[in-house]
């Protein structure tokens, strides 16, 4: 294999995703959780540039509008070195990644960069890899990663490699919807969320779960009826100002906000008749001027 002259850079851009549903099932023998989960890619987006450049084996990843990512390796990178051991590629790579997703917010952003660069490094190839095989790269790179070679919808299963599309009507009726962004001034860390919900053990039961996502892709309910996240228990003991706004936003405005991922970014799905200037006024006043608050919508 080898890559093309005629192509020295591609820039990929690299969606946001919320997760609509998250249940964890169980802690696994490998130290992962056995999850059900519902992702929905959005038009929040980085550009992730992947350049042809310098000797054989050189390999540089800088991060703009994020500084704390430019000290130290980030899944870009590892997209690098794993598709390197899967191709035999040896030629140098450069990667600069316009960062806007936010960090440590459960919107999968550095999951997503690092599918960005993958493809980014597959569009230069003579022989592209197959889609199985960029899913089984994707997959050691990070557990949410197979889930950013899907577009729109899909869901995700054991560890989160497993992905598959979701019935086209459910698909219909979420792309184009809006949905408010929210995140406090702080990042929470994925493993420590996980951990915690391992110490209580408190898992959904599998029977359970698959009901109630057949329910939702058989169109027994509605997506609003779908939400929910087993992730919400653990964050909302150590970060009670989360469950404090949501209180306020249910309240006031009849929303029903809820966490992405592991967090700390939140969300709530628009109506009809949704204005979020008083909502975003709400949260700012809340949360101060330092929260991240962003009108989105479903791709």
Partial sequence: MSLKNAIQQVSVPAPAKVNLYLAVLGKR?????DIVSVLAKLNLYDIVTVEQYGEENFLSCNCLSSPSLKSV?????????IWRKFTGEKNGIRIVIN??????????????DAVAALLGLNAMMKVPLSQK???????QIGSDCPSFLLSGLCVATGRGEDIRNVASARIREIKGRNLLLFKPPIGFSTRF?????????KYSKRNLVYDHLNAWETGEIMNEQLLSNDLEAPVFLKHPYIPELFRILVDKFNLQPMLSGSGSCCFCLASENTS???IIAVIRDVWGEEAFVQPASFI
Avoid at 99 to 112: C, D, V
Avoid at 134 to 139: C, E, M, R
Avoid at 193 to 201: I, P
């Fill in 29 to 33: 023998k490998d130290d992962y959780h």
């Fill in 73 to 81: 390796r980030n899944l870009a990178e590892d997209a690098v070195m």
């Fill in 276 to 278: 979020w200037e008083e």
């Fill in 193 to 201: 969320t996980y951990d915690d919900l391992a110490r209580k053990k």
């Fill in 133 to 139: 095989e960029l899913i089984y790269i994707a997959a």
């Fill in 99 to 112: 960062k806007k997703i936010p960090l440590e917010a459960g919107l999968g952003g550095g999951s997503s």
